[in-house]
């Protein structure tokens, strides 16, 4: 076996990929049933000439992919203003609207700009927002996308997450020639960048919680390893690379310990806490059956993980300083429930669960244990909760690809994310620190 | 053997078939073939799976079978052949959501055994796989327990430990695309790589 295997790192935040065309392109399938009516007018340019970048077509693109908002199509404005002042709410009015939204783009000095922009309610006339967002060059797109969260805010009351970014798995190739990367990408799937590549499988992407690095799984020495890795610098750390099985890392709430996955000798998989900092491992179940794939509560004082004990697979919680208490079994309906992942408030848990012989999404209120399946696919999988909480991305086939896609926490509102390659294992990264 | 009790019990859970005296015969069918598969070409029936394609990625396995044969007598020739037969054959298939070694794979997986006991330098890497359905982390788990049960069969026929390095890619690396049963039942699987 002397075939080398090389694992070709690029520090992501640096490296685009060529062309830098999104890989990803976001079709809704399926949207609320009375969406909001918005206009986003172009936003006005303080210079001569095409302004650098257009924010409203974004912005309108943002609010019409949550499935809650249909954007009037430009086509059919009659004025475009670009101050409250300007704006004949009368006329707006007539084209049923609810609610108009109006702005510039202004140049400042050495390549900043600043997007001004207004938020009215057409029905009463009222200025619901006037708001401001920095920019340079390089991070018109992403302040566009904020000037999409503060809307989004102040209409729907939930905070906006189409400024955050997701990774995912790809892979191509056939299966003795197969390329699997590491992939980090806006929201919307744009501004792809190659985290990690490797030929052997990379897995389970799994974001710290300040949103800096991911922690993944990768065979590069063909065995299974755990590696952590700085997003902005591309500074990778071996964290677990025990005998067996290395897998399902899960970040603490807190950032200092990562939940694993071990077989040590016997390749019996349990759950282990290990401290990033002082390496110190503990153990958190012991049983014949496979336990894996653990999930840490919102406030980090448990864990949720998937065993096969009670003869098929199941989610469990465990205290995360375990003195050797029985966990307790969380899920009953069914013979297939697992991959738990809860909702940044605590209070849901969301899980693959197999429902009349396909494997859906399904969702489960932890206060009341009252559960819903989500999605109607055959092959659904790693669901991953937006860190707004109020949608879920996982991964679907689509014509014997894997594909992307996302829902509403109340299953009304569906997208697909199409793809050119094979894509699968997406995580939601967290809001970034205020 | 409580280890292995245990395993077969789960291996067996979804089926209906009563565990104990499964486990038994199990046991004592694959401690036999070990010391009678010399014998054979009658030791086992005929495999109910067509023949699965051997591992691309993989050399010959070394044997020395050869050399210690007497050359040109018949029986010895239908035997060695027999052997050189099943040698060839490195792909284990298993049933959905289940780690045991089919009978029809026995007297193959007899028969690495055989060459490995005879080769304690010889070493094997055990890559267990699933099909793509459910989640992939609890696949990997599926996939060690299908290395695992090859490994403790391989032990069990006087394998040494150290000669075995198991590994579980899950469904990681599927050896058939597609979704459909035929797929799948190609990709649950343990593939034996010789050579580490």
């Given at each position: ?163 955050t970014r997701i990774a995912y ?266 | ?8 019990y789960k291996a067996n859970r ?171 039942a190609k990709n649950r699987r ?7």
């Amino acid at each position: 076996m002397s075939k080398v295997r090389t694992l070709v790192l690029l520090a992501a935040g640096l490296v685009a990929m060529p062309g830098a065309r999104a890989e990803l392109t976001i079709e809704i399938t399926e949207g609320v049933s009375d969406p909001i009516p918005i206009a986003i007018v172009p936003f006005g340019w303080s210079e001569i000439g095409t302004a650098p970048f257009d924010v409203a077509e974004l912005v309108a693109k943002d609010l019409q992919r949550s499935g809650r908002f249909t954007p009037m199509p430009r086509t059919d404005m009659i004025e475009m203003p670009t101050r409250s002042e300007e704006v004949e709410i009368d006329d707006w009015k007539l084209l049923r609207n609810d609610f108009v939204v109006v702005g510039q783009l202004q140049a400042g000095a050495e390549g900043r700009y600043t997007i001004q922009f207004e938020l009215l309610n057409v029905l009463n006339g009222q200025k619901l927002l006037l708001n401001r967002q920095p920019a340079t060059t390089a991070t018109l797109r992403a302040a566009s996308h904020r000037v999409a969260d503060v809307i989004f805010e102040k209409l729907t009351g939930i905070r906006g997450a189409f400024s955050t970014r997701i990774a995912y798995i790809s892979v191509e190739g056939q299966p003795t020639n197969r390329r699997y990367k590491l992939i980090v990408a806006d929201a919307d799937g744009e501004n792809p960048r190659i985290a990690a590549q490797s030929s052997e499988p990379i897995m389970s992407p799994a974001w710290s919680p300040d949103g800096q690095s991911l922690a993944y799984v990768s065979f590069e020495n063909r065995v299974a390893s755990i590696y952590t890795q700085m997003l902005r610098t591309g500074e990778r750390v071996r964290v677990s690379a025990r005998a067996g099985i290395n897998g399902a890392p899960a970040w603490s709430p807190d950032g200092r310990r990562l939940a694993l996955t071990l077989s040590r000798k016997d390749g019996n998989l349990d759950v282990y806490v290990l401290g990033l900092n002082d390496q110190v491992l503990t153990r958190l179940t012991d049983d014949n059956a496979i336990d894996t794939e653990a999930a840490w509560s919102a406030d980090g004082k448990s864990l949720f993980f998937t065993s096969d004990r009670s003869g098929s697979p199941q989610i469990y919680r465990v205290a995360a300083n375990s003195g050797g208490e029985r966990p307790t079994r969380v899920t009953f309906e069914g013979t297939y429930n697992a991959r738990p992942r809860v909702s940044p408030d605590g209070n849901t848990l969301a899980m693959v669960t197999l429902d009349s012989g396909s494997y859906r999404i399904a969702v489960q209120d932890l206060r009341n244990g009252g559960s819903r399946i989500l999605t109607q696919g055959r092959l659904d999988e790693s669901p991953s909760f937006a860190p707004n909480g109020a949608e879920l991305i996982y991964a679907t086939q689509d014509r014997g690809r894997g594909v992307l896609a996302t829902v509403s926490v109340d299953g009304n509102v569906q997208q697909r994310l199409a793809s050119e390659s094979d894509i699968r294992e997406p995580v939601w990264a967290p809001f970034p620190p205020q | 053997m409580t280890v292995l009790q245990s395993m077969w019990y789960k291996a067996n859970r979804f089926t209906d078939v009563p565990n104990w005296s499964v486990d038994m015969r199990n046991v004592l069918l694959i401690t036999l073939l070990s010391f009678t598969f010399a014998l054979a070409g009658c030791g086992g029936k005929d495999a109910v799976q067509e023949t699965p394609p051997a591992a691309e990625t993989t050399e010959p396995p070394p044997s020395d079978l050869e050399s210690s044969q007497v050359p040109s007598t018949t029986p010895g020739d239908a035997a060695a052949a027999e052997m050189q037969r099943r040698l060839a054959q490195r792909i284990i298939y298993f049933d959905f959501d289940n780690a045991e070694v089919r009978p029809e794979f026995r007297d193959i997986v007899a028969a690495h055994a055989a060459n490995l006991a005879r080769s304690p330098n010889m070493k094997v890497r055990l890559e267990g796989h699933a099909d793509e359905r459910g989640s992939r982390e609890y696949n990997i788990g599926l996939g060690e327990r299908r290395s695992q049960s090859v490994r403790r069969a391989l032990m069990l026929q006087g394998v040494g430990d150290g000669q075995i390095v198991t590994v579980s890619y899950g469904e990681e690396r599927p050896a058939q695309s597609g979704s459909d049963e035929a797929a799948w039942a190609k990709n649950r699987r343990v593939e034996l790589v010789y050579g580490n």
